[in-house]
T-cell receptor
Framework: EDKVVQSPLSLVVHEGDTVTLNCSYE??????LLWYKQEKKAPTFLFML????IEKKSGRLSSILDKKELSSILNITATQTGDSAIYLC??????????FGTGTSLTVIP | GAVVSQHPSRVICKSGTSVKIECRSL??????MFWYRQFPKQSLMLMAT?????????EQGVEKDKFLINHASLTLSTLTVTSAHPEDSSFYIC???????????FGPGTRLTVL
């Protein structure tokens, strides 16, 4: 059964801390892994990863894929209260089927 | 874990026809279901939110007469694209949420192609 598992389920940190969110997957015919940030409405796209070992970076956020370990991490450095959200990981297979994790709820306190 | 299914996974239809997409929560009661549409560059747009037994709440800019949403039971919501046109071709994803929780469980998506 194809699935995506995220950990931890929830996380509370202080502003300025660095956090690492994990996503592991068991998906046949993997095509890409996506990270989203969900606050209010629709999830906001963050990164798409297709190749192992290549870090994607955007400001204080970065992510990398490890196809050997079937996992990805999302790092957020110098966290701010505005980073509080649910972070979703999704894997897309070659048939364009999405497999979402249940998300990691991040709370950043001042 | 909770599972949400969508049917069909792919559909191709002619312009002017209507297409119904089903979203089912397989092992929990979904008091709220959400319908999203995927746009280029992987972005997702929330189309509407539906609560079981009541009318769906549509986001601004989404035509409620064109995208009919029904949430008739705690395990099933349907999205009907009426009089589909090529510009409606997209990837539609649903998610479901149970009572008293913030966690959304996403379906695998439905690829709609309108010729």
């Amino acid at each position: 059964e194809d699935k995506v598992v995220q950990s931890p389920l929830s996380l509370v940190v202080h502003e300025g801390d660095t956090v690492t969110l994990n996503c592991s997957y068991e998906v046949t015919n993997f095509r890409s892994l996506l990270w989203y940030k969900q606050e209010k409405k629709a999830p906001t796209f963050l990164f798409m990863l297709t190749s192992s070992g290549i870090e994607k970076k955007s400001g204080r956020l970065s992510s990398i894929l490890d196809k050997k370990e079937l996992s990805s991490i999302l790092n957020i450095t110098a966290t701010q209260t505005g980073d509080s959200a649910i972070y979703l990981c999704a894997v897309v297979d070659t048939g364009n089927q999405f497999y979402f994790g249940t998300g990691t709820s991040l709370t950043v306190i001042p | 874990g909770a599972v949400v299914s969508q049917h069909p996974s792919r559909v191709i239809c002619k312009s002017g026809t209507s297409v119904k997409i089903e979203c089912r929560s397989l092992d929990f009661q979904a008091t709220t279901m959400f319908w999203y549409r995927q746009f280029p560059k992987q972005s997702l747009m929330l189309m509407a939110t539906s609560n079981e037994g009541s009318k769906a709440t549509y986001e601004q800019g989404v035509e409620k007469d064109k995208f009919l949403i029904n949430h008739a039971s705690l395990t099933l919501s349907t999205l009907t694209v009426t009089s589909a046109h090529p510009e409606d071709s997209s990837f539609y994803i649903c998610s479901a949420r149970g009572r008293g929780t913030d966690t959304q469980y996403f379906g695998p998506g439905t690829r709609l192609t309108v010729l």
